[in-house]
């Protein structure tokens, strides 16, 4: 078959497997134009609503509750794991059908898992764990026992199911998790536009017609559809923060090493060396990052993945309720939007009104955002086999739209692959020590608790048009750990900021200003926190939300 064909066929096998009362009529569809087309705003149309799939009483178990509540009502008895789990599925497939945020379905599965859970528990009197009964969405990317993991590579249909579950997925399962859906990447997972040529583009619910980050695109629009309240993505360069600022919900990278990586799929040259990819939650709150973050900790990931690190979750005896907070400067070559301006100066406001200590940062290329971005692009470029372009080659499919933006569809030429040496290797990792180093005397000198940053230099922007991530990506050539709050819609904008001047945006790498008119998309703020402080920017994270967010 051509590599249409077997993209149309997968397709319709994922599909079919959407059980008929949960299909959504194809006139409401039309109705509602939920479209890459149209401006469409899933989220205030009720969308999921309007279909008429759940019922009252599903509805209320989606929408009315954290996983945190939802897990407590379930140990208790007082909600099932056969109707939470029924009711999340309905739901995701529901979701599926309004933005295409999905690979995988396995509910016949899920549903079996959730009956055993019940049994254990009338059995037992006592819950399999932390997560019992909890229906979680996890990224493509990830190993389940069973089910293909293709990364939007037609070339990948080839390959079988997998044989063994990812270490998180082995741990989510102990943990009493019920695993049900497989969620939308990028293929070749390199930009921040979820979109290949198996599964299609996924639209973000605030507007259809713009992007909903990458590469853990799927599970954002997923989790604020809330057909999850607990999505498990992975960050090498802004892959969970990404799809939670454009979706507008909560995403944490946590340090390399906390949560176990052991199982995700490859999409680049194996070994290859430099930044790792992490592991880490998409959510509806900060509570329910926690209780992911706290509970897979707590199993012990270093048991069942070598590269884990062997730190237990620490609780913070003291922590100060007046923070000494950075606020990180804008990168004149990567100028922020008015909106992301506005709603960062409206957050400072608010916490220094608040009895925190904001702390500005000048400008410095020493320890800006585009001279992180600058070490991370050279680390990424080290292939040279061009690992990822031979994946797409391999079907004869071509690449995407984002892709051919940036750029990233041509191979290297033969000065470049002979420029992939050990001397270049090393000379990376000394100017990655350099900025380390520079952060590291920043943040101790000016004693600073947390930094806040904008998530992006844009909210959600067009299909194709995100271009780069300087204001992610930089985190994690430091490898701290670093999430996404979302705070504020603004809804005017200002007219004389229309363009923006960067030279980047005739190279794609950066968005113009003038595409991204469209009033009230959510905005969103990072917080950031020392390498391996994780415990420290959960807290901080939650006295910032508090701050910002208490109105919500």
Not at 30 to 47: G, K, P, Q, R, V
Not at 82 to 108: G, P
Not at 133 to 145: A, H, N, R
Request: hydrophobic letters at 45%; aromatic letters at 6%.
């Amino acid at each position: 078959m051509s590599w249409k064909e077997r993209s149309v066929a997968k397709r319709k096998e994922v599909a079919e497997k959407i059980p008929p009362a949960w299909r959504v009529d194809p006139d409401i569809l039309i109705e509602l134009h939920s479209t890459a087309d149209h401006a469409t705003d899933l989220i205030a149309l009720n969308a999921v609503r309007k279909v008429s799939i759940l019922s009252s009483r599903e509805l209320d178990i989606t929408e009315n509750y954290t996983a945190v509540e939802l897990v407590g009502r379930l140990a208790r008895g007082e909600l099932s794991a056969v109707d939470v789990t029924v009711a999340f599925s309905k739901r995701a497939a529901v979701a599926q059908q309004l933005t295409s945020c999905l690979t995988e379905v396995f509910f016949d599965r899920a549903l079996q898992r959730a009956h055993y859970l019940d049994d254990f528990l009338r059995r037992e009197k006592r819950p399999v764990g932390p997560l019992h009964g909890l229906p979680i969405s996890i990224k493509d990317s990830y190993d389940i026992q069973g089910i293909q993991s293709t990364l939007g590579y037609v070339s990948f249909l080839d390959h079988p199911p997998a044989t063994r579950n990812a270490a998180v997925v082995e741990l989510l399962l102990k943990l009493g998790a019920v695993l049900y859906v497989k969620t939308n990447i990028p293929q070749a997972m390199m930009v921040a536009d979820s979109d290949n040529n198996i599964f299609g583009r996924t639209l973000n619910p605030h507007r259809t017609n713009y992007t909903a980050g990458g590469s853990s695109g799927g599970e954002g629009a997923l989790i604020a559809l809330r057909g999850a309240l607990i999505g498990v993505g992975t960050d090498i360069a802004g892959s969970v923060r990404i799809p939670a600022l454009c979706c507008g919900v909560y995403g944490f990278k946590p340090s390399t090493g906390r949560i176990p990586y052991r199982g995700v799929v490859s999409h680049n040259l194996p070994g290859h060396p430099g930044i790792q990819g992490c592991a880490g939650p998409i959510t509806t709150c900060l509570e329910d990052a926690e209780l992911f973050i706290t509970a897979v900790i707590g199993a012990e990931p270093w048991l069942v993945d070598a590269t884990a690190h062997a730190v237990p979750w620490r609780s913070l005896q003291i922590f100060p309720k007046a923070l000494r907070i950075g606020v990180l400067a804008e990168d004149p070559s990567w100028p922020l939007h008015a909106r992301v301006k506005s709603a960062l100066a409206q957050a400072v406001r608010q916490l220094a009104a608040a009895g925190h200590t904001l702390v500005p940062l000048s400008h410095d290329d020493a320890y800006g955002p585009g001279t992180g971005q600058r070490i991370a692009l050279d680390f990424f470029s080290i292939d040279p086999l061009d690992t990822s372009l031979q994946y797409i080659a391999a079907s004869g499919e071509p690449a995407i739209r984002s892709l051919r933006v940036l750029g990233l569809d041509t191979p290297k030429t033969a000065v470049q692959r002979e420029a992939c040496t050990i001397g270049r290797l090393a000379k990376l990792n000394v100017e990655r020590s350099h900025y380390n180093d520079v952060w590291n005397d920043l943040v101790t000198d000016l004693e600073l608790d947390v930094i806040i940053a904008p998530g992006a230099q844009n909210t959600a922007v067009p299909h194709d048009d995100f271009g780069l991530f300087p204001y992610t990506v930089m985190w994690n050539v430091l490898d701290y750990p670093a999430g996404v709050i979302p705070f504020s819609r603004i809804a005017t904008v200002d007219l004389e900021q229309s363009e923006s001047r960067s030279p980047a945006c005739d190279s794609g790498e950066l968005p113009h200003y003038s595409a991204f008119l469209l009033p009230w998309l959510p905005c969103a703020l990072q917080v950031i926190a020392p390498r391996l402080q994780d415990e420290r920017w959960l807290a901080a994270a939650k006295a910032i939300d508090a701050v910002l967010n208490r109105m919500r």
